[in-house]
C-alpha cells in the first residue's frame, strides 16, 4: 500500500549532474520527513539530505552541502533531489525514505524505504 519509488539514477562523469526523483504514495498523514540516503556494498546507509515537508526545511551533509538540493513539488507529490559537481566518492544506491519528524538523520528510524536507483560516478 505505501510506496516509494525512485528513478533518474545513472552512470555520469566527475563534474556531472543528476537529478533523482522520489514519487511516494499511500504515506500516511503523520510522515512528515523525508529522505535521501546512500549505500555502498558493506556499508550502513548514511543520510545525504532530508527535507520537512510541511514547509520544505531541508538539511545535508556536510559532504554533499552546496552541490545538492532537496525539493519538493506537491502538485505533483514528487521529491526531487538534484545533483550537480558529482564526484566519484557519490558513487552508491540512493534511497528514499520517509519517517517522522524531526527529521531523523539515523536510517533505522524511517518507517519506509524505496527500492533504490544506482548513481555512479567516474
Known amino acids: 500500500h505505501v510506496q516509494l519509488v525512485e528513478s533518474g539514477g545513472g552512470s555520469v562523469q566527475a563534474g556531472g549532474s543528476l537529478r533523482l526523483s522520489c514519487e511516494p504514495s499511500?504515506?500516511?498523514?503523520?510522515?512528515?520527513?523525508m529522505g535521501w540516503f546512500r549505500q555502498v556494498p558493506g556499508k550502513e546507509r548514511e543520510e545525504v539530505a532530508t527535507?520537512?515537508?510541511?514547509?520544505?526545511?531541508?538539511s545535508y551533509a556536510d559532504s554533499v552541502k552546496g552541490r545538492f538540493t532537496f525539493s519538493q513539488d506537491n502538485a505533483k507529490n514528487t521529491h526531487y533531489l538534484r545533483m550537480i559537481s558529482l564526484e566519484p566518492e557519490d558513487t552508491g544506491i540512493y534511497y528514499c525514505?520517509?519517517?517522522?519528524?524531526?527529521?531523523?538523520?539515523?536510517?533505522?528510524?524511517?518507517?519506509?524505504w524505496g527500492q533504490g536507483t544506482q548513481v555512479t560516478v567516474s
Open positions: 527535507i520537512y515537508s510541511p514547509d520544505g526545511t531541508t
Open positions: 499511500g504515506l500516511p498523514f503523520s510522515t512528515y520527513c
Open positions: 525514505a520517509a519517517g517522522p519528524s524531526p527529521c531523523p538523520i539515523r536510517y533505522y528510524e524511517y518507517y519506509y
